[in-house]
């Protein structure tokens, strides 16, 4: 599709269908594909939404560029928010691709008054980024957990918090399971708000930089 003012390529595929080619009219469907994942109707005006994880999942082969960001399995960004944060990871210039968690109920407010806020990074992000970290630290702490430091752009202060890897079905994924609820609390975090975390090579403690969009700017 010509005159596409974003930072990615659409394409309309026409679909002949085996069963019912010499009986159906024409069928379209657009698609929108991203190095192998494909959702349906992505068009303007609509929302991005992640199936298995980014803006696509950087394959394998020889030469392949790495995404700009990275999201959680289902995410939605709406195409504001999408300009939003290519424009601030374009602003980052970071050498890996940032993680971006869209901030929602569970992230910010205590549930049932004994369950912390939590955040999770999702599956993808976890086993191309964090999995080193982790059997680095395992092996030398003999930990399940994984201690991370939080840094806030624009901030002297630091929040220490702790990672633990999880399993749902058949994907691992890291699960905060302390400090969170600090910087979410000070930092005045928001449904809507959107985090950015970049991760910071070698440095020990694992150590991520975490810019915030208002959801009042997107």
Same mark, same amino acid.
């Given at each position: 599709m010509t005159n596409v003012k974003r930072r990615r390529f659409m394409m309309t595929a026409h679909l002949l269908h085996k069963v019912n080619i010499e009986h159906s009219p024409d069928r379209?469907?657009?698609i929108h594909s991203h190095h192998g994942r494909t959702s349906t109707k992505v068009a303007d005006g609509e929302e991005y939404c992640s199936e298995d994880e980014e803006y696509g999942v950087p394959d394998?082969?020889?030469?392949?560029s790495e995404p700009p960001f990275m999201l959680a399995v289902r995410a939605c960004l709406t195409p504001e928010q999408e300009k939003k944060v290519l424009e601030k990871v374009e602003e980052i210039q970071s050498d890996l691709p940032l993680f971006v968690a869209i901030i929602?109920?569970?992230?910010?407010?205590?549930?049932?008054?004994?369950?912390? =806020?939590?955040?999770? /990074?999702g599956s993808q992000y976890t086993d191309r980024y964090l999995g080193e970290n982790f059997a680095a630290s395992h092996h030398r702490e003999k930990s399940s957990a994984v201690n991370l430091v939080l840094q806030r752009e624009g901030k002297s202060g630091s929040w220490p918090i702790k990672l633990r890897l999880s399993m749902r079905l058949t994907s691992r994924y890291f699960r905060v399971i302390k400090g969170w609820p600090s910087f979410a609390r000070e930092n005045r975090l928001r449904e809507g708000d959107l985090c950015?975390?970049?991760?910071?090579k070698n440095?020990? =403690?694992?150590?991520? /930089?975490v810019y915030i969009i208002r959801r009042d700017k997107c």
């Amino acid at each position: 599709m010509t005159n596409v003012k974003r930072r990615r390529f659409m394409m309309t595929a026409h679909l002949l269908h085996k069963v019912n080619i010499e009986h159906s009219p024409d069928r379209r469907t657009d698609i929108h594909s991203h190095h192998g994942r494909t959702s349906t109707k992505v068009a303007d005006g609509e929302e991005y939404c992640s199936e298995d994880e980014e803006y696509g999942v950087p394959d394998d082969s020889k030469g392949a560029s790495e995404p700009p960001f990275m999201l959680a399995v289902r995410a939605c960004l709406t195409p504001e928010q999408e300009k939003k944060v290519l424009e601030k990871v374009e602003e980052i210039q970071s050498d890996l691709p940032l993680f971006v968690a869209i901030i929602n109920k569970s992230n910010v407010h205590q549930r049932g008054g004994h369950i912390s =806020p939590v955040i999770n /990074f999702g599956s993808q992000y976890t086993d191309r980024y964090l999995g080193e970290n982790f059997a680095a630290s395992h092996h030398r702490e003999k930990s399940s957990a994984v201690n991370l430091v939080l840094q806030r752009e624009g901030k002297s202060g630091s929040w220490p918090i702790k990672l633990r890897l999880s399993m749902r079905l058949t994907s691992r994924y890291f699960r905060v399971i302390k400090g969170w609820p600090s910087f979410a609390r000070e930092n005045r975090l928001r449904e809507g708000d959107l985090c950015l975390f970049k991760l910071m090579k070698n440095e020990e =403690p694992l150590k991520m /930089f975490v810019y915030i969009i208002r959801r009042d700017k997107c």
